[in-house]
Structure formats: C-alpha cells, structure tokens
C-alpha cells in the first residue's frame, strides 16, 4: 500500500500556534507595566499572523501532495482494463482493492488538509484583527491616561 499518511505539518501547525498563545498567557501572568507592552501584543499579533499563513500553506502544499499521489496510484488503476472475472493470480484483485484504499486514504488526507487551510485562514484573520483591535484601544486608554496627568 503506498504511503498516504502526511499529517506532521498539522501537528506541527497546532504545536507552533499553542507556542504562540502559550507565550501570550505567560505575558500577560507577568503583568507587564510598561510603555513596550502595546508593541509586544503587536508583535505577537503579527507573528501569530505569519505563523497561520506559514501553516495555511504547508496544508495547501500537502493536499497538492496527496493529488499528485493520487494521479500516480490512478495510472496504476487503469490495469483494471485489462482484467478479467477469471484471472488466474487472483492477488491482481487484492492489489486492486488496495489501490482503491489508498486513493481513498490521500483523498481523506487531501481533504483534511484544505479543511485545515480554511480553519487557519479564518482564525487566523479573526485573532489578528480582535488583537489589532485591542493593541489600539489600549494605546488610546494609554494616551488618555497620560493627557490626564498632564493636565493635573
């Protein structure tokens, strides 16, 4: 049976993300007061960003992968043509029913990585923007603060 299994790049993808949030909680558990902060939740905004496109890719690149296997485990199905209900090595058809496991396989594989792709496009675009977002409304509660004490 050909080799259809190519999951890393999804564990990898969830693996690098959990770094990234892990990273987020153990900032924001050392209550940073300083001017730097808002830069610091930007950066890690704009990494998280570039880590989700860096995986949304590696899912586009291995479902190409799995099609490719795909077309290559067809060219093999077309000796299904060429047989008959009395073959006399009848292993032919066990070999055949594996080819149809293994299409079916990359298929599932090919599939799981677009479903992926998409889950890493979407997420990716909501977290970016809702940490834009609050990057910006703390630099605007900042820069309240600090017209504040000027005026005192």
């Avoid at 690098?16 to 900032?27: N, T, Y």
């Avoid at 009848?90 to 029913?97: E, G, L, M, P």
């Avoid at 990716?124 to 990057?135: D, K, L, P, T, V």
């Amino acid at each position: 049976m050909l080799n259809t299994l190519n999951s890393k790049h999804q564990a990898n993808a969830s693996g690098s993300l959990d770094l990234v949030q892990r990273l987020a909680v153990a900032l924001d558990k050392a209550h940073l007061d300083c001017g730097c902060r808002t830069q610091l939740d930007e950066a890690l905004a704009i990494f998280e960003k570039h880590e989700r496109l860096r995986d949304a890719r590696a899912c586009l690149a291995n479902a190409t992968t799995q099609r490719e296997k795909i077309e290559v485990a067809l060219v093999f199905l077309n000796d299904l043509d060429d047989l008959t209900a009395t073959e006399a090595d009848r292993s032919v058809y066990f070999d055949i029913a594996l080819l149809f496991d293994s299409i079916a396989e990359m298929a599932t594989e090919g599939a799981a990585s677009m479903r992926a792709l998409v889950a890493a496009t979407e997420e990716g675009a909501i977290a970016y923007a809702s940490a834009i977002a609050e990057a910006e409304a703390a630099q605007g509660s900042g820069q309240a603060k600090s017209k504040k004490r000027g005026a005192v």
